[in-house]
């Protein structure tokens, strides 16, 4: 394609997110689950303009386009493919009644869900090194 | 615009925009509001479609259509058929490049 596409400074990505749990802290971090779709969003604040890169599988992140924090995830064929096989993930959530009939919000500020806190962590890893040749 | 709202694809086949994919971009992919109506266009004429045997979607990508500080980016739809071939817009975003693993089942001469 002639047309040069976005493309973000490794470093300047991690120096981005270095302070992500800092953030996460003051902004709060929220998981919306929209039964129609069987999508999950993970929100650090509320909903924010946002590049949305994929990482693996049905995982997505949402990345600011211009300070390159990581603003959320989202999350395709969350109760259909993703949760049975994430264990991790499963036994975090294990307490939030999901289901296909109904939407949902829960907010996880709370020790149980620090492995999803962890995705944000592997996230950064991930990325930096996907971005790392285009720098 | 309203929904729902019915596309076709590169290949002819119907694709459905339904009013809970509307009310899920405005909610959470705040960025598209603007761009809800290009989906039809991306569907019709992408510069790439891949497919993900993982979700069993199509993943659809287009240049040149975003504006503002998402312009160089394509914009994404992805898109589930079901038996009879009829399609379903699951959710559309911006990003900087294709994913990583997915099949390429589709791309135009100037990609």
Redo the contacts between chains.
């Keep these: 394609m002639a047309q040069d596409t976005f493309q973000f400074d490794t470093e300047r990505f991690k120096e981005a997110n270095k302070d992500y749990i800092g953030r996460i802290e003051r902004e709060g971090l929220k998981a919306i689950y929209d039964a129609t779709l069987d999508t999950l969003f993970v929100e650090i604040g509320g909903p924010k303009e946002a590049l949305t890169e994929h990482m693996v599988d049905n995982v997505m992140v949402r990345i600011n386009p211009d300070s390159l924090q990581i603003v959320g995830f989202e999350i395709l064929d969350f109760l259909d493919d993703f949760l049975p096989e994430n264990r991790l993930v499963r036994e975090a959530l294990r307490d939030w009644n999901l289901s296909r009939t109904s939407d949902s919000e829960q907010t996880l500020m709370e020790s149980q869900y620090a492995p999803i806190k962890d995705v944000v962590e592997s996230a950064i890893g991930h990325l930096s090194q996907r971005t790392a040749g285009a720098t | 615009m309203s929904f729902p709202r019915e596309c076709r694809d590169y290949k002819g086949l119907r694709v459905i925009v ?1 009013q ?2 509307a009310i ?1 971009v405005s ?5 598209m509001m603007i761009h809800l109506e290009k989906i039809c266009d991306v569907l019709k004429t992408p ?1 790439l479609v891949y497919f993900r045997k ?2 069993d ?1 199509y993943i659809f990508y287009k ?2 259509v975003l504006s503002g ?2 312009s ?3 914009m ?1 739809v ?1 898109a589930k058929y079901d038996e009879n071939g009829e399609g379903l817009v ?2 559309t ?9 997915d099949m390429l089942v589709h791309m135009t001469g ?2």
Excluded: C
């Design positions: 339904t809970a994919v899920h909610q959470r992919h705040v960025e510069d993982r979700t979607s240049l040149g500080s998402i160089r980016n394509y994404v992805i699951r959710t975003f911006s990003t900087g490049k294709p994913a990583n693993g100037g990609a």
